[in-house]
């Protein structure tokens, strides 16, 4: 009796689940995942938040031509193990038409295969290694740029903005990691081919390092014009203060995204930051007018001031509803077309205004991004480009 | 010129490992406890400063004098709590405990403090000043001042005061110690103090140099211990000299070098000394704990 009864239990889930996928999609299930917890947590936190903004927006707008967006929030906790059982979840359990994620690019590459497998298209925000949109997967598409795309800018704005008659002579000191190594190859390589520029030293530092006086003084003794720095926010704010401290008074620029925060003005000093030029995906003072609504109703709704990485988010649900809007009705059949139709329509746009700037999808996934180049001044950043 | 620059430093860098390796000395030295949570004393030191002058905003010698104090007090209740009761436990269970603890007060640190890292600011921290062609810093040379007054100051209790002369029998022989009627539990708890305060003085006197972050105790920690066996593991002026020799060598390979062999280095002359001087540099016999 028991098992006739599990068994029955067993067809009935069965027959609850093909209803489901075959039913017609009366709603748009979108999933985004991110670490909600452990070591990224501020930056799953602003996903959700900067998402949940999203949603709650096109949903009181009378949603995608009458279709509500329901979104379903997952935790990867920066573990891309956990970030594959948490995308299975979704796209078996939750049928959601399209995934939105991560922040670790180790989770991306990890997830973006299970997205492929089940013909789901999969916006990815945040993760900026270059393997992401390099593999051939047609279903990844990701609307931030990469950390050549990042390195490439900010090198072709110092090759216009600080280069000297006589040439110009560049440091570089860089985390010793995937992350900075790969910043530092990207940035001597652009070197190479500028006959005006030249690397004098290149220096590296591990993670969680304090002390970083013998690596600049010796940088200091050879003299150069401009110091860049390949690695992340603490590491960076510890090389500026020593840097002055040892009394090298030049140029200093950041390679990475990383030192685009308040938090960095705080930790190396409004004094010792002046002047610093780096790279950023998003700045509030933007004056895209599509930037500043978000950046309103963000603080509006959670009294606090977005990020980068919530504006990438709340572009990726963004260009989800703007790309189910134009979708014919025989598309939401099922969840299976859905998600195909889904995926042509992304692979499809061309130069869709959002809050990062226009997206417009290579063959590879990759959105032509622009990132700003800022500088800062008295505490706070201030666009330099575009 | 360059080479001096380095020197110095090197002998900065070798200061914080001192003040650091000092503590974990003696308490193994005398307790005969390898303490695995020394980092985590270190970092309650920077993290006291730094809220000794945020939130009672006294200047920052004041900070140290309460971070040393809080310190003590915390050194008190953890030779209570932790190491008094591991007393007669052999070294493995000891090894674990003392893990557990560091495990315990780095998350109790993020639960407090924030994961975030912060700036403990001061005047002192960026003013420079220029000695015959050397740029040094003057919280350089503060810590440099303290820690050299730290050194005569414990060479003289353990040489003059009863205490220090209780403490030098205890780590002789503890047994003996005990039965020529010193009070170990006073012993052991004087120890762990001095041991406390060290590490929270070392914590104190990086923290407007470095950041101070909950885990800003591991990687200090690691190369302490390298220090500490260096010089012989429960030996002083061992410490003294492991300290000041890695933190030169350290330096003045990563700058004459490379920077990728910063790291290397201070394990590397670890390994040569240890193949020809197994039990340290410093050390008279092998100590046999039974």
Known sequence: MKKLAKLLFVVGLIVLCTGMAFAAEKEIRIGVVGPMTGPGVQYGASMKESAQLAVDEINAAGGVNGRKIVVFFEDDESNPAKAVSSMQKLINKDQIAVAIGHYNSSCTLATMQVTQRAKTPHLCPISTAAAVTESGNKYIFRNCATNPMQVGQLANWAFTNLTKDGGTKAAVIYENTDYGTGLTEIFVDMVKKNPKWEILVQESYNPADTDMIAQLTKIKSLNPDVLMIGGNLTEAAVIIRQAKEIGLNIQIMGLGGGFSNDRFAELAGVENVEGIVNVSYFEKSSTNPLAQEFVKNYIAKYKKDPDMFGAATYEAVDIVAQVAAKLPESAFDNTAKLRQAMRDGIAGLDALPGVQGPTTFDETGQADKMVYIVRWEGGKRVIVFP | ?290
């Open chain 2, 1 to 290: 010129m360059l080479l001096l620059q380095h020197l110095f430093s090197g002998i900065v860098l070798g200061c914080t490992y001192t003040l650091f390796s000092l503590g974990l000395t003696l308490i193994y030295g005398i307790l005969g406890i390898v303490n695995y949570a020394h980092g985590e004393l270190y970092m309650f030191g920077a993290f006291l400063a730094f809220y000794a002058a945020l939130i009672l905003k006294v200047n920052y010698f004041m900070a140290v004098v309460v971070a040393t104090i809080g310190m003590a007090v915390l050194g008190y209740i953890i030779e209570r709590a932790a190491f008094r009761p591991l007393r007669g436990y052999d070294d493995t269970s000891i090894i674990v405990a003392t893990i557990g603890l560091s495990i315990f007060m780095q998350n109790l640190g993020i639960m407090i403090f924030g994961p975030d890292p912060v700036r403990l600011e001061t005047v002192t921290a960026d003013i420079s000043v220029n000695i015959g062609g050397l740029t040094v810093g003057l919280q350089r040379i503060i810590v440099v001042v303290v820690t050299v007054a730290l050194i005569v100051a414990l060479n003289l209790f353990s040489q003059k005061t009863r205490m220090g002369k209780a403490m030098r029998a205890c780590a002789q022989d503890l047994t003996a110690a005990k039965m020529m009627g010193i009070n170990i539990n006073k012993v052991t708890i004087t120890t762990t103090i001095i041991g406390a305060a060290l590490a929270g003085i070392g914590g104190a006197l990086v923290a407007p140099l470095y950041l101070v972050s909950p885990v800003m105790g591991i990687k200090v920690c690691t190369k302490a211990f390298a220090v500490v066996i260096l010089g012989g593991l429960g030996n002083v002026p061992g410490a003294i000299f492991g300290g000041f020799l890695v933190g030169i060598a350290e330096s003045i390979t990563a700058g004459m070098i490379s920077s990728h062999l910063r790291d290397v280095v201070a394990f590397a002359i670890l390994v040569v000394a240890l193949l020809f001087k197994p039990e340290g540099l410093f050390a008279k016999h092998m100590q046999e704990k039974v």
